[in-house]
């Protein structure tokens, strides 16, 4: 008989419109082969759907409640839940997101293992409660000290800092303490590899979720810039009003012909005012992404927000389509992949020169882009994430056996 495993996801990061999205469905593909899954997915905010995602076998919602309708934030009227949930951070801290659901009553000892998309899931079900046998493996992705450290950085505002430094102080306690009783952890990069203190850690690094089998040529005179992202995500967001606000100005001059288009799933629609500009087009979801990655002349990746590594850049390169993006979002790729393919600045002028070099150099472009798929092919293959997948699980497995029959 297969072994049985609960799969635990957040609402937010199922669809595989949006990175996070891609990597659960990954995770979650990977142990349907091999084991008997059910689904269970966390939910804040009553979204509807994840059912036709989660195909393989059982599939339920844990309706957990918001950090807005806790405490003395859940009794204010007339505060719409949005605000209701970042005042309650503000004044309760991240904790208030990470502590066990009072609605969550799930049999875990039904299972074999429990795996978690990220550790706040884990959390709220109650999976790394006191009493529970079942053990449990996170898949730690973006590390929620880490974002908040990337937003430290970049923000100026003296009380926000100090604000963001609590949070991230408070987390890296809750992250050390909660993660301490996981049995396994997949992380994304190697530094974060070498920097959690964890009796099993694995890496298990993001891959592009569509490969095509053939890279489409590089288009001879194409002025197009493409960003791909979800317009629901602020790091996406943030990113793009400042690539408009001070990089953009620089490639238009340098290049009139250039254009912009920006693309993905979300709301980008509401911010159309912001992101108007000469050149730029705010497209939204698109039916076929191929087609814009090889109509493109360079992808950009103006991110400088978030933990983990950028599929977004992973998966332009697997496109055969050049990218110029922030350091910040080239980290966790293999060196060979930052030094041959990737072209990378610190800031918004940085991108801009890099951006025009390429326009005026598609030669140079095309050779990039074909490093990077090559790169990405060898290294970021669905099936060495399933193998990395199933090795920890089959360790772990290994273990709770054999602590059984001691």
Request: with cysteine.
């Amino acid at each position: 008989m297969k072994p049985r495993i609960l799969f635990l996801a957040p609402s937010y990061a199922c669809a595989p419109v949006t990175g996070g999205g891609q990597r659960t469905m990954l995770l979650y593909n990977a142990l349907a082969d091999a084991y008997a899954v059910d689904a269970l997915v966390v939910d804040e905010w009553g979204a509807q759907g994840a059912d036709k995602l989660f195909a393989h076998g059982g599939f339920d919602y844990l309706r957990v409640t918001r950090p807005g309708k806790r405490g003395v934030v859940g009794l204010l009227p007339g505060v719409n839940p949005a605000a209701a949930d970042k005042l309650a951070m503000v004044l309760y801290g991240r904790k208030v997101s990470y502590r066990r659901d009072a609605k969550a009553a799930v049999d875990f000892g039904a299972y074999d293992l429990i795996v978690s998309r990220y550790l706040r899931p884990a959390a709220q079900a109650g999976a790394l409660e006191d009493g529970v046998e079942t053990p449990t493996l996170i898949d730690i992705d973006d590390r929620d000290d880490q974002v908040l450290d990337a937003r430290l950085a970049e923000s100026p505002n003296p009380a926000t800092r100090a604000m963001l430094k609590r949070h991230r102080d408070e987390m890296r306690i809750l992250f050390r303490e909660l993660t301490e009783r996981a049995a396994h952890l997949w992380v994304v990069t190697e530094t974060d590899r070498t920097a959690i203190s964890h009796r099993s850690v694995s890496l298990l690094p993001n891959i592009p979720f569509h490969i095509p089998a053939d890279a489409p040529p590089r288009p001879r005179s194409s002025h197009t810039l493409l960003f791909v992202g979800a317009g629901g995500h602020r790091p996406n967001i943030e990113g793009v009003f400042r690539f408009v606000d001070k990089a953009w100005p620089a490639i238009l001059a340098a290049a009139p012909n250039a254009r912009l288009r920006i693309v993905g799933s979300g709301p980008w629609a509401r911010h159309a005012e912001k992101l108007s500009a000469p050149g730029v087009s705010l497209i939204g979801a698109v039916d076929d992404l191929a087609a814009e990655y090889a109509d493109a002349a360079i992808a950009v990746c103006p991110v400088f927000e978030g933990g983990g590594s950028k599929i977004k850049v992973l998966e332009a390169l697997a496109h055969n389509c050049p990218v110029v993006s922030t350091i910040h979002s080239a980290r966790g790729f293999v060196s060979d992949l930052t030094e041959r393919a990737l072209v990378t600045a610190p800031d918004e002028a940085g991108m801009a020169t890099a951006c025009i070099a390429l326009l005026r150099d598609p030669a140079a472009a095309a050779a990039r882009a074909a490093a990077g798929r090559e790169i990405v092919l060898a290294n970021y293959s669905r099936g060495g994430f399933a193998a990395a997948v199933l090795a920890a699980c089959r360790r772990v497995l290994d273990e709770s056996r054999g602590s059984e029959n001691r």
